[in-house]
């Protein structure tokens, strides 16, 4: 398994951006699909976006297209969701996920990291 260390996460105002990072440990970074996910109070995680271990393919829940963007950096073992235009109801713990097969959902994933913690408001 690979280890994974969020960060980021912040209070900011509506509209306003963030990003996110995921640090992932070991050297097979390249091998593993990674994704992002988000739990608010009292709600299930939900997924957020995921990309492909060639970073070609990238997947977006309906609620944050357009809004946020996920990225890989391979050099640093590293994957970033920016997140723009953010509105209060994108507040929760976002979670970083790995895993070897593509990541749609939470049920299947192999690695977690620890959350960071995500405020809009203002």
């Known amino acids: 398994q690979v280890q994974l260390v969020e960060s980021g996460g912040a209070l900011v105002q509506p509209g306003g951006s963030l990003r996110l990072s995921c640090a992932a440990s070991?050297?097979?970074?390249?091998?593993?699909?990674m994704g992002w996910f988000r739990q608010a109070p009292g709600k299930e995680r939900e997924f957020v976006a995921s990309?492909?271990?060639?970073?070609?393919?990238?997947y977006y829940a309906d609620s944050v297209k357009g809004r946020f963007t996920i990225s890989r950096e391979y050099a640093k073992n590293t994957v970033y969701l920016q997140m723009n235009s953010l509105k209060p109801e994108d507040t929760a713990v976002y979670y970083c996920?790995?895993?070897?097969?593509?990541?749609?959902?939470?049920?299947?994933?192999?690695?977690w990291g620890q959350g960071t913690q995500v405020t809009v408001s203002s």
């Open positions: 990309i492909s271990q060639s970073g070609i393919s990238k």
């Open positions: 070991g050297r097979t970074f390249s091998s593993y699909a």
């Open positions: 996920a790995a895993d070897s097969a593509r990541i749609t959902s939470a049920t299947t994933i192999s690695s």
